[in-house]
T-cell receptor, first 117, second 114 residues
Framework: NAGVTQTPKFQVLKTGQSMTLQCAQD?????MSWYRQDPGMGLRLIHY???????DQGEVPNGYNVSRSTTEDFPLRLLSAAPSQTSVYFC????????????????FGPGTRLTVL | AQKVTQAQTEISVVEKEDVTLDCVYETRDTTYYLFWYKQPPSGELVFLIRRNSFDEQNEISGRYSWNFQKSTSSFNFTITASQVVDSAVYFC???????????WGAGTKLIIKP
């Protein structure tokens, strides 16, 4: 298993450009999420999905779109990049089960370091 | 509202010393999960432990131990006989039953000096 993969690893954008950060997992996990990590702060949830066709907003969704057409893929789109979106982005996935085993361990991708000039 | 506070921004100790990282959480939910993750200088996030709100037993895994106390809403992490390889940023996180969102603390940077 490759686990959670993210591409690209590094990206530099100019203000106003758009792009898509790719995330894929091969563990058949229902739950996938995107976080951003800024210096001196913990991770903040941008968007998440509990299954194909279902997405919802997290703590900091503005300026980002997501879709979940398949179980494996969960791309994050920056619509019009701004310097405030300079950050490290992590994608994560986990099983989603009811009862005491809910909220299983999240597996994280290696991250994408994005700089917006 | 849910919140995780890691008051220690940075801790520096000499190798072989014991060190405790503090984590205080806030939630109104009765069912919740607490996590510790490690982020070494290479940047990846490494899962260390998950604890649910109904299990207050302390846990020990090698040199690592966790002290969960609901009475003080704390989930502290202790490294015994620290090693240079333990140098990393450690995050505490909370996931409550009312939603699917993981709330993270700001992290504690641990520096172990040889």
């Amino acid at each position: 298993n490759a686990g959670v993969t993210q591409t690209p690893k590094f990206q530099v954008l100019k203000t106003g450009q758009s792009m898509t950060l790719q995330c894929a997992q091969d563990m058949n996990h229902e739950y996938m999420s995107w976080y951003r990590q800024d210096p001196g702060m913990g991770l903040r949830l941008i968007h998440y999905s509990v299954g194909a066709g279902i997405t919802d907003q997290g703590e900091v969704p503005n300026g980002y779109n997501v879709s979940r057409s398949t179980t494996e893929d969960f791309p994050l789109r920056l619509l019009s990049a701004a310097p405030s979106q300079t950050s490290v982005y992590f994608c994560a996935s986990s099983l989603l089960a009811g009862g005491p085993s809910s909220y299983n361990e999240q597996f994280f991708g290696p991250g994408t370091r994005l700089t917006v000039l | 509202a849910q919140k995780v506070t890691q008051a220690q921004t940075e801790i520096s100790v000499v190798e072989k010393e014991d060190v405790t990282l503090d984590c205080v959480y806030e939630t109104r939910d009765t069912t919740y999960y607490l996590f510790w993750y490690k982020q070494p200088p290479s940047g990846e996030l490494v899962f260390l432990i998950r604890r649910n709100s109904f299990d207050e037993q302390n846990e020990i895994s090698g040199r690592y131990s966790w002290n969960f106390q609901k009475s003080t809403s704390s989930f502290n992490f202790t490294i015994t006989a620290s090693q240079v390889v333990d140098s990393a940023v450690y995050f505490c996180a909370l996931e409550a039953d009312s939603n699917y969102q993981l709330i993270w603390g700001a992290g504690t940077k641990l520096i172990i000096k040889p």
